[in-house]
């Protein structure tokens, strides 16, 4: 499969007043055409750092220290002013869980999809017959369109800022928790949508998530995130029916133990604060395996298996 996104070595920090947040390190990640790779961990892990980086939006006081970003063999984060601007829409566009973030409350729901496609050039008559398309195929009525956003359910929100999203057909699409606000059953055809999308348009979906078990309906591959770093990585089935890191197996023993079937197990303690992360592996202070070396040295992401990467130093002892 050809990748149309590929991060390398991303490092983003935030520089608050009672210290460096370090929020995203050394993240490797690829997608191919029409994947959907799901970015699993618990909250305050990096995950939307890392999905605003892909579109070169992680605000103010963070910094992207390093890294490239490549979309279709660009690299976003090298892009300035207009080329910037073109590319977000055009090569990679993000949703969000609230829509009301990027919805305006004053203006029509037709408006907004057609500033899009002007901002980027397209003619107003070309705009007018793209919106109504773009309605349709978000499975939104035509009657929708002179609506304002507080008229909407929040499904229906959510399908308006994807049709904004994939308006002009970008080969990326970053989706933070797009369904968490939503009902199950509404949920269920939001993510139908973005799977039909993604299969009709070959667009690569980034899907940010807490919830391992959506990720696990819904994704070809799966990176688990914790405390700013990837631990373990690869193709869906593979890590579902092996998970290596102990993160993974906890994560996924917090829904379903997976050997004996008994009731799930809460993950105990809390993720390190990312100011003053321990030394040595981040997840050793609430590792059942844990050992000596684990809190003196930093197990780096490696691959272990076509496609499977992970960061654990009892990989070793695998061997
Ligand atoms: N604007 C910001 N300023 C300072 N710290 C931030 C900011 N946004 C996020 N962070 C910190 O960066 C870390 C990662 O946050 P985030 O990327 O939002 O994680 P997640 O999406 O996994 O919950 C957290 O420690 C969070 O407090
Ligand atoms: S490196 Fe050590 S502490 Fe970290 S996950 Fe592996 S066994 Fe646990
Ligand atoms: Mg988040």
Redesign the pocket.
């Known amino acids: 499969m050809r990748e149309v996104l590929r991060i390398e070595d991303l490092t983003v920090y935030y520089y608050t007043l009672r210290g460096v947040v370090r929020a995203v390190e050394r993240v490797y990640l690829e997608a191919g055409r029409g994947e959907l790779v799901a970015i699993v961990g618990e909250s305050g892990c990096g995950k939307s750092t890392l999905g605003y980086s892909i579109l070169k939006l992680v605000p103010p006081p963070g910094r992207i220290l390093s890294g490239r970003v490549e979309v279709d063999s660009v690299d976003i984060l090298e892009l300035e002013g207009d080329k910037l601007r073109h590319a977000r829409g055009e090569l990679v566009s993000m949703i969000f869980q609230d829509p009301f973030t990027t919805l305006d409350p004053v203006r029509r729901v037709e408006e907004q999809i057609a500033e899009v496609l002007l901002e980027h050039g397209i003619s107003k008559e070309e705009a007018i017959d793209r919106v109504y398309d773009l309605l349709r195929s978000v499975g939104l009525s035509e009657r929708l369109a002179r609506m304002y956003p507080h008229q909407l359910s929040g499904g229906q929100r959510q399908r308006v800022s994807i049709a904004a999203a994939i308006a002009l057909e970008p080969r990326v699409l970053v989706a933070d928790e797009p369904t968490t606000a939503l009902d199950v059953v509404v949920q269920k055809q939001i993510m139908d949508l973005l799977d039909s999308i993604r299969r009709e348009k070959g667009m690569a979906v980034i899907l940010i998530t807490h919830d391992i078990v959506l990720a696990a309906e819904r994704a070809d591959k799966i990176a688990i995130m914790y405390a700013g770093k990837i631990v373990e990585e690869g193709p869906i089935d593979e890590v579902l029916k092996e998970p290596r890191?102990?993160?993974t197996k906890a994560l996924l023993a917090s829904v379903i133990d997976i050997e004996s079937r008994e009731w799930p197990q809460a993950i105990t303690g809390q993720p390190p604060d990312l100011r003053k992360p321990p030394p040595g592996?981040r997840?050793?202070p609430r590792?059942r395996?844990?050992?000596d070396k684990?809190r003196r040295e930093e197990?780096e992401l490696v691959e272990v298996d076509h496609g499977r990467r992970i960061a654990?130093?009892?990989e070793e002892r695998r061997l």
């Open positions: 890191h102990p993160y592996c997840f050793a590792c395996y844990v050992f684990c197990p654990c130093w009892l």
